[in-house]
């Protein structure tokens, strides 16, 4: 059973810096690429940030590029998001995914998996 399984998320104030994990099972990781998106209130799910199987390739939204950083342990099946300079427009539900796709894609129809996502409000 395949599982994606968020944590991290949780009520910050403007500026501060968060964590969030996703813990994954039930298929082959490490031949993954892995991805973040979001998705806010009355607003359509975006891409955030996307790192390919071995890490090598990350790609970025422009508007988290040099406050966002994706990371992966393949070891433990799990992918990373720290976040800093958080602003309330980072406010949104943050879901994990995976795809089969060999480059970081933005596309989230490549996406083959998803989590049930996590809850990060930015207070100001």
């Known amino acids: 059973q395949v599982q994606l399984v968020e944590s991290g998320g949780g009520l910050v104030q403007a500026g501060g810096s968060l964590r969030l994990s996703c813990a994954a099972s039930?298929?082959?990781?490490?031949?993954?690429?892995m991805g973040w998106f979001r998705q806010a209130p009355g607003k359509e799910r975006e891409f955030v940030t996307a790192?390919?199987?071995?890490?090598?390739?990350?790609r970025y939204a422009d508007s988290v590029k040099g406050r966002f950083t994706i990371s992966r342990d393949n070891a433990k099946n799990a992918v990373y998001l720290y976040i800093n300079s958080l602003k309330p427009e980072d406010t949104a539900v943050y879901y994990c995914?995976?795809?089969?796709?060999?480059?970081?894609?933005?596309?989230?129809?490549?996406?083959?998996?998803w989590g049930q996502g996590t809850q990060v409000t930015v207070s100001s």
């Open positions: 995914a995976a795809s089969r796709e060999v480059i970081a894609t933005m596309n989230p129809r490549m996406y083959n998996y």
């Open positions: 790192i390919t199987w071995s890490g090598a390739s990350t």
């Open positions: 039930g298929f082959g990781f490490s031949m993954y690429t």
